[in-house]
């Protein structure tokens, strides 16, 4: 079990991991484990997979923001993967998400996962904005 500095409370990465796995699980993803990736998620039944980087807040929100990029842009090694960053639905976060140029975000096909204090999971596709 992986265990968390700041706990699982929300805004904490922990709440932010948990809420992810809840919400693929529910969709209908296996979680895949044997990854560095924070989540793999994989649909059995239509073959979508999703590799996602969580984070939480700290005391440097904007260098974990990028760290958290950094991290998913050295793991897109499959152009069929969908690869998000998921983060509090906090204004500290939405404004580091806002931040990225949309061309970046279509370019790469970034998506954003917005976690609110009770767990539900909002889904940014990359032509949006959150």
Same mark, same amino acid.
């Given at each position: 079990?992986?265990?968390?500095? &700041?706990?699982? @409370?929300?805004?904490?990465?922990?709440?932010?991991?948990? /809420?992810? $796995?809840?919400?693929?699980?529910?969709?209908?993803? @296996?979680? $895949?484990?044997?990854?560095? /990736?924070?989540l793999v998620a994989r649909n059995k039944n239509?073959?979508?997979?999703?590799?996602?980087? /969580?984070?939480?807040?700290?005391?440097?929100?904007?260098?974990?923001?990028?760290?958290?990029?950094?991290?998913?842009?050295?793991?897109?090694?499959?152009?069929?993967?969908?690869?998000?960053?998921?983060?509090?639905?906090? @204004? &500290?976060?939405?404004?580091?998400?806002?931040?990225?140029?949309?061309?970046?975000?279509? /370019?790469? &096909?970034?998506?954003?996962?917005?976690?609110?204090?009770?767990?539900g999971v909002q889904v940014i596709p990359p032509? $949006?904005?959150?």
């Amino acid at each position: 079990m992986q265990s968390f500095k &700041r706990g699982t @409370d929300f805004p904490h990465e922990g709440f932010v991991q948990k /809420a992810i $796995e809840a919400h693929f699980s529910t969709i209908g993803f @296996d979680l $895949e484990s044997g990854s560095h /990736a924070d989540l793999v998620a994989r649909n059995k039944n239509t073959g979508e997979r999703w590799l996602v980087e /969580a984070k939480g807040v700290t005391t440097s929100i904007g260098l974990d923001f990028r760290t958290g990029l950094g991290q998913l842009i050295q793991r897109m090694a499959d152009p069929k993967t969908t690869y998000a960053l998921a983060v509090p639905r906090e @204004d &500290r976060f939405i404004s580091q998400c806002r931040a990225v140029p949309l061309w970046i975000r279509q /370019a790469l &096909r970034l998506h954003w996962l917005l976690v609110n204090s009770e767990g539900g999971v909002q889904v940014i596709p990359p032509d $949006e904005r959150p």
